[in-house]
DNA sequence: CGTCTATTTGAATGTACTCAAAAGCGGTGG
DNA sequence: CCACCGCTTTTGAGTACATTCAAATAGACG
């Protein structure tokens, strides 16, 4: 159960035996079946989650009441909605499975006792914090910069686990494109 | 010289007068003239900066050789790589002058004292860090979900200030369009 | 097996782009 | 101070890319 999430952070911090159990006390388990809504727009960020198994898809909802999403996240990965999570005040992101999905999940009260108990945390979690920055500031560029195929390669390059497991209309959605576009992208693709 | 920080800070933390000369004996003090670059991409970014007066542009200069602007800063706001900042890793962006401009810089020894003798600050560097990254989040949304007079329309809206300050060519930039396209959409839009 | 949703394909449309040329504007040096 | 040069902005024409709408096909799930 917390193999991944220790392995995870591990990769940042060195923790001693009595850290990883006092971290791993603060750990809620979730289970979501496909299509779950996990959050929602307008509710306050309680949690940020780590998942161990399956995919979750974080998205916003446009005033012409259309979908985009922003991020998704597979196992090993880290979500939430980080600024309503920070901020405290009422989310513009919804959070969904894409597929049945266990979660890991830490609260802000916990995460300030862990901060208290074991400062390392601190740094993973800036890190945590400075690399959905980054992440979000290439997107912007990638957004205005390429063509909607060349945003298709980088994506299934960057992240060809997904590929093969996302439905067509949500790597769509997250390209900024239509579902249509996207099956023709593919489709011209393949003849290479 | 210091007033216009000063205030700035005041909007989110209190500080007492010492706090006050104890901040201000830890920047220093920069002019750029027009079209001065700053800081270069590959370089290390060891400031951040507050605009006393002028203007800066941060941008990015993709494979094409062409350059995309992620963000301005006018009096009042502040500027820098954080990214680079924050992790002493060579910075991707570029910071140049659109104005002549003044500038105050602290960097980032500078900022850890302060965060020692004035805890305060943490919070006012980490609300400013948030504040980036919420703004990189907006417009991630907007480029997918806007066509390009209606992310003209929002900037316009948002920072009425600048559009009158800043070259046709660099708000095009911004918005991820050609000059000759923004050229178009304001005369639609003035013939209203 | 049937229903519902997702994907593919086609045709017509629209938006923004490229390339080219003209007009406007600002700064510099004579 | 004015003339000139270079850069920015505007305008036009043709093009490319992605969209919309519509219909057909494929796939998933009960």
Redesign the interface.
């Known amino acids: 159960m917390y193999e991944l999430i220790l392995k995870n952070i591990s990769r940042f911090i060195k923790l001693t035996e009595a850290d990883e159990s006092f971290f791993i006390s603060l750990l809620k388990v979730k289970k979501l079946r496909k299509k779950q809504v996990l959050q929602q727009e307008g509710q306050i960020a309680r949690y940020q989650y780590f998942i161990n198994k399956g995919c979750l898809r974080t998205y ?1 909802i ?1 005033d ?1 009441a ?1 979908e ?1 999403i ?1 991020q998704f996240a597979i196992e090993d990965w880290w979500a939430g909605d ?2 309503s999570f ?2 405290q005040t009422p989310a513009k992101l919804n959070i969904g499975a894409v597929e049945t999905t266990e979660l890991l999940c830490i609260d802000n009260p916990a995460l300030e006792m862990l901060y208290q108990k074991v400062p390392k945390f601190e740094r993973f979690f ?1 890190l945590l ?2 690399n ?3 992440a ?2 290439s ?3 990638e ?3 390429l063509t909607a195929d060349e945003r298709y390669c980088k994506f299934i390059e960057r992240y060809p686990a997904m590929e093969r497991r996302l439905p067509l209309k949500h790597i769509a959605s997250y390209l ?1 494109i239509t579902p249509e576009s996207l099956s023709r992208i593919r489709s011209q693709y393949k003849k290479r």
Do not use: V
């Open positions: 916003m446009d012409k259309q985009h922003i980080l600024y920070l901020t800036r914090i400075q959905a920055y980054i979000n500031q997107r912007i560029i957004s205005m910069s900024g």
